[in-house]
């Protein structure tokens, strides 16, 4: 993995590590779980979030889906 990708996916991971942890306080979650969800963000890496984010998505379109047929 190139120099310039590593830093765009360390970025990514900072914003994606700021917008989780200010959502904490709408789902009811202790702000104090900052240093978790970042961590958790920072170890899974943007890849992986992505296949995760796209799995879901896909079986949420599937029900969706079977449900209207």
Known sequence: VG???KWVEALLCGALSLAASSGLDYFGLPV??????????GFLGVDKLRQISNSMLRKR???NDDQTN
């Open 3 to 5: 120099g310039r990708r």
């Open 32 to 41: 104090s779980m900052n240093p978790f969800i970042g961590g958790a963000i």
């Open 61 to 63: 379109v599937d029900n």
